[in-house]
């Protein structure tokens, strides 16, 4: 399963982006799958911002984007977004979302650019 996302540019600080991530596989959702959107800037390691999923659609974020970003998904749970507000520099990074099923399915997407600067 590919997955793919949209989204990311080139935006001034403080400014808002939403990213989305879908599949490209005719069929699949993310029912059973927890979503985490990624995100890895130039010389460092790639760490998680948010995520959402079993158990009961829970959701939780990372203390660098918790209350700036907002993790969602749409009703039929074929896309998921990550919607950013109140862009800072140190957001800028490639930006990819992951889905996981119990470490046994896991699967990336190409990512996207997400610039912040003036």
């Known amino acids: 399963v590919q997955l793919g996302e949209s989204g990311g540019g080139l935006v001034q600080p403080g400014g808002s982006l939403r990213l989305s991530c879908a599949a490209a596989?005719?069929?699949?959702?993310?029912?059973?799958?927890?979503v985490r959107w990624y995100r890895q800037a130039p010389g460092k390691e790639r760490d998680w911002g948010a995520r959402?999923?079993?158990?009961?659609?829970?959701?939780d974020y990372a203390d660098a984007v918790r209350g700036r970003f907002t993790i969602s998904e749409d009703n039929a749970k074929t896309t998921v977004y990550q919607q950013m507000d109140n862009l800072k520099p140190e957001d800028t990074a490639v930006y990819y979302c992951?889905?996981?099923?119990?470490?046994?399915?896991?699967?990336w997407g190409q990512g996207t650019q997400v610039t912040v600067s003036s």
């Open positions: 959402i999923g079993p158990p009961d659609t829970y959701i």
């Open positions: 992951n889905a996981n099923l119990a470490s046994q399915y896991d699967y």
């Open positions: 596989t005719s069929g699949f959702t993310f029912s059973v799958y927890v």
